[in-house]
């Protein structure tokens, strides 16, 4: 069983910028994605940001431009740099990790941009 736990998320103005990262706890090396989905009140779950077992990222189109997903393997994180927030990123924020047939998320973290 993997954990995961997000960090960083919060409230903030539009036009600011959040980090937010998650830790797992064993190594992502050989994952076969891991990433950042979103809830908003009322809508469903979406993709924001993930990696694919090559390395390779895709990002929703709506964050292109202005997220930029990262890891660290030494610290198996992952994190999501978002700049230029808007009203409309404010969602809860949830980790995603799929390995070994498996999939896991974090708790979420929440993440307000006022208007």
């Known amino acids: 069983q993997v954990q995961l736990v997000e960090s960083g998320g919060g409230l903030i103005q539009t036009g600011g910028s959040l980090r937010l990262s998650c830790v797992a706890s064993?190594?992502?090396?050989?994952?076969?994605?891991m990433g950042w989905y979103r809830q908003a009140p009322g809508k469903q779950r979406e993709l924001v940001a993930v990696?694919?077992?090559?390395?390779?990222?895709n990002y929703a189109d709506s964050v292109k431009g202005r997220f930029t997903i990262s890891r660290d393997n030494a610290k198996n994180t992952v994190y999501l740099q978002m700049n230029s927030l808007k009203p409309e990123d404010t969602a809860v924020y949830y980790c995603?990790?799929?390995?070994?047939?498996?999939?896991?998320w974090g708790q979420g973290t929440q993440v307000t941009v006022s208007s």
């Open positions: 995603y990790l799929a390995k070994r047939l498996s999939y896991y």
């Open positions: 990696f694919n077992r090559f390395g390779s990222t």
């Open positions: 064993e190594s992502i090396v050989d994952i076969d994605a």
